[in-house]
């Protein structure tokens, strides 16, 4: 018995202690295969490899990096034909430096154009200083010139940003109006042209959850262009949500909608955004429910091989557009706090990367061993040819919700309520080998 109960505690204590762990999201999130990463913005500039808190949260903890606003027209292109790389040069050079990839953001948008682009708009409408023809030479030597700079540098690109209307009609940006619904096309083949191994993504938010007027817009021009032979590689999805009103079957049913035509669907913008007076209220049970939004952001990449990237819009509370983008309505919405803690949303994404991780590793051994579990409806059925097994099976929280008694060839589990989202099996071999599996329920 007391062996017994020393087996349990052993087997809980990774769940427990992960938390407190020194690792950092990108050391788990490479053993699961993904990418996890943060927009940065100014900030950037002031605290790059100076050893600031700022700088350590990057390198330590995230794999990819995208800049806020330093690759937007105006900023690289301020006047015609003129580019000013400084401060994507210097992102570039950080993330080479580091083994960091990149996000490329973005190359056509109708926002953040620059005062000579902007000319060609009277209140909104195309005013005739451009032709066709001369915007898009305008447009192809922009994305010419930036994507073929960074070449081998910037894995990703939002070539094309919030194209579309909440009504699902093309936005009547000056590009649309005055080159054509033709644009986004030939934005996607220029840029890669010009680097033919970057990925290459149509970025837009409210085209999350499957169905809505927007996303069907979006998935229909996406397969469209998959026939038309445009190098697409994906959409980001922004996912610029408010805490605990996230649909997450629709985005899920989304992402599976995108892999059914062989196209990625990646998470590029997230912020899970806190409305003031209920932080002022109960800031515990608002952190705690924003932990669990982030965590289940998390398993939308472990359910979905389409879905390997996901990038928060900034990382610390200190600097997010949400305060200002909502007059102080809303606010906290990233993983660490203003003084650059970790938020409970912190934890969360590390645990689930951590589960994870156990998973990629033993995978392996599963590989190479006798052992095969199955999942037949609410049951699991876990057997070995060769080896006498006795298991173990945890929810998220570590909670021991099955143990065997003794060492058998097969055992079998059933849970008349199997615990929402995920649960951690562990497996002891004869041979005092540990398996751990995890099994993520939808
Ligand atoms: O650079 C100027 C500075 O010279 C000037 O003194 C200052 C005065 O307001 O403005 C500075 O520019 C601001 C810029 O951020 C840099 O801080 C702009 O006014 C401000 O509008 C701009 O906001 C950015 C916004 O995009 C518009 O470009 C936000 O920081 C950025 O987070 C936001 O990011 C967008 C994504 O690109 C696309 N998806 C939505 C997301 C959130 O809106």
């Given amino acids: 018995m007391k062996k017994q109960l020393l087996l349990i505690a052993l087997s809980i204590y990774p769940l427990l202690t992960y938390s407190q762990t020194q690792q950092s999201l990108s ?70 430096a580091n083994r960091k990839s990149l996000r490329g953001h973005t190359l056509c948008w109708h926002s953040r154009n620059p005062a000579w682009i902007e000319a060609g708009l009277t209140n909104g409408i195309a005013n005739g200083t451009f032709t066709r023809t001369s915007l898009m030479s305008i447009l192809k030597n922009h994305i010419t010139t930036i994507v073929t700079r960074y070449k081998g540098k910037i894995q990703h690109w939002d070539v094309v940003n919030e194209a579309f209307n909440t009504d699902g009609t093309l936005r009547t940006s000056i590009w649309q109006q005055v080159i054509g619904n033709e644009y986004i096309d030939s934005a996607f083949v220029w840029a890669n042209r010009a680097d033919p191994a970057a990925k290459l993504y149509l970025n837009d938010f409210s085209v999350e959850n499957y169905g809505s007027a927007k996303s069907n817009a979006l998935f229909n021009y996406v397969k469209g262009m998959k026939n038309r032979n445009i190098p ?20 899920d049913q989304n992402i599976k909608a995108y892999a059914s035509i062989g196209v990625e669907a990646i998470i590029t913008e997230l912020d899970i955004r806190i409305k003031k007076t209920d932080y002022e209220t109960d800031s515990a049970t608002q952190l705690a429910t924003q932990a669990e939004n982030y965590r289940q952001m998390i398993l939308l990449c472990f359910n979905n091989s389409n879905c390997k990237t996901i990038v928060t819009w900034g990382f610390t509370d200190l600097y997010s557009w949400i305060p200002n983008f909502t007059s102080n309505v809303y606010d906290y919405s990233l993983i660490f706090d203003r003084s650059y803690n970790p938020k409970p949303a912190y934890s969360s994404m590390l645990n689930e990367l951590y589960l994870g991780s156990l998973s990629a590793n033993n995978s392996i051994i599963n590989d190479n061993s006798t052992l095969r579990v199955k999942e037949i409806g609410n049951k699991i059925i876990i057997n070995s040819d060769m080896d006498m097994i006795r298991c173990q099976l945890f929810d998220i929280h570590g909670r021991l919700l099955f143990n065997s008694s003794s060492s058998v060839k097969e055992i079998e589990i059933t849970l008349n309520k199997m615990p929402l989202s995920l649960i951690v099996l562990r497996v002891q071999l004869s041979n005092e080998q540990v398996v751990v599996r995890k099994i993520i329920k939808q």
């Fill in 27 to 96: 050391f788990y999130a490479e053993k699961c295969s993904i990418n996890v990463g943060a927009a940065v913005g100014s900030a950037f500039y002031s605290n790059y490899n100076t050893n600031s808190t700022y700088d350590l949260i990057i390198k330590r903890n995230f794999n990819i990096l995208v800049p806020e606003n330093e690759m937007k027209f105006a900023v690289i292109e301020p006047t015609q034909g003129n580019f000013d790389f400084s401060k994507s040069d210097q992102l570039v050079n950080y993330a080479v």
């Fill in 232 to 251: 697409i590689n994906g959409v980001g999805f922004q996912c610029h949500f408010i805490v605990n009103n996230i649909q997450y079957s629709k985005i």
